[in-house]
């Protein structure tokens, strides 16, 4: 029995599911890595001192406004982080493809840690600029419901002796729980919150000086090659820990036989 | 800046996280890598 057998897709070989064949995703994402990494790292040290030290002040909330460039992107990332969760989840439950369950389950202690991340720095914009560490306004309390939903799915992928029936059940809890991210996005505006509606849409001009967006937008791009590269560099780590436990079995079943023979 | 103490925090725990994430998956794939060199020995039969 080859070894490999356990980590290779049924189909591979057809349309994207090639590029989703765990050997070829270690050769591709080795090149890409340091690029990710070096880009993201380099982006969002350029863009926090900018962002710290030469961006100007903000005419209502004075200095607290640079706390902006570390919290929007982290807000994006939690939900956007989410969504990559749920794709993941997905094309595990369509297609049964042992790689996209290794992202799901490596994506989800990374978008937590972000949600986390979002959490606290919103915490400690609030205090100085509402005058409260937190209120339960919609728009925190979605964040921390996303947040919940991140730790559910990190225990529930690992509650079970059998893997395969952890990752259906985490798949489903993240499916179900993508209905939070439009209630999140919208939720400054379906209700009467104290968090301030959002600055940047796709449609609309931006409401926020061109002085102040800049070091935002270079901010988010850094922050999300970053969250791009921990993530790969997990799923990397978790495709090679799987092909050692494949080749320890192998040689443990081998080695049994052997002795069965005898 | 009057709310430094605010400021800082918010960095300090912004680039914290990422970095502990980036630390934590080097020393997991460094190990990985090495595991995987010790146990899978097909490379050198291939090569035989």
């Known amino acids: 029995m080859d070894a490999r ?62 706390i902006m460039y570390v919290h929007v992107p982290f807000a994006w990332l939690a939900s956007a982080g989410y969504f990559a969760l749920a794709v993941s989840s997905f094309a595990s439950l369509v297609w049964r493809h042992p790689l996209a369950d290794l992202a799901a389950v490596e994506i989800g202690p990374v978008g937590a840690g972000f949600t986390a991340v979002c959490l606290a720095t919103g915490s400690l914009w609030g205090k100085p600029t509402w005058g409260a560490w937190w209120v339960w306004d919609a728009r925190l309390t979605s964040v921390f419901v996303l947040f919940l939903l991140y730790l559910g799915h990190i225990a529930l992928v690992r509650a079970f002796d059998d893997p395969t029936r952890g990752y259906r059940a985490g798949a489903i809890l993240a499916l179900v729980g993508v209905i939070n991210l439009p209630i999140i996005k919208f939720s400054v505006d379906w209700w009467n919150t104290l968090h301030q509606p959002a600055s940047i849409g796709l449609t609309g001009a931006p409401t926020i000086a061109a002085s102040l967006l800049w070091p935002l937008l270079f901010s988010a791009i850094g922050f999300t090659l970053l969250f791009a590269a921990i993530t790969t560099a997990r799923v990397r780590a978790a495709v090679m820990e799987r092909r050692i436990r494949s080749l320890l079995m192998a040689r443990a079943s081998s080695a049994s036989g052997q002795e069965v023979t005898a | 800046m009057t709310h430094l103490p605010y400021i800082v925090a918010a960095y300090v725990i912004a680039i914290g996280v990422p970095l502990l994430f980036s630390v934590e998956v080097l020393f997991r794939t460094r190990s990985a890598r090495r595991r995987l060199q010790a146990i899978d020995t097909r490379r050198e039969r291939t090569r035989a």
């Open chain 1, 5 to 66: 057998s356990s980590v290779v897709p049924a189909r591979s070989g057809r349309s994207l599911h090639r590029f989703a064949n765990p050997g070829q995703f270690l050769r591709l994402s080795g090149k890409v890595l340091p690029w990710l990494f070096w880009t993201g790292g380099l982006l969002t040290a350029f863009s926090l001192v900018w962002g710290l030290f030469f961006a100007p002040d903000d005419w209502q909330q004075g200095d607290t406004v640079r």
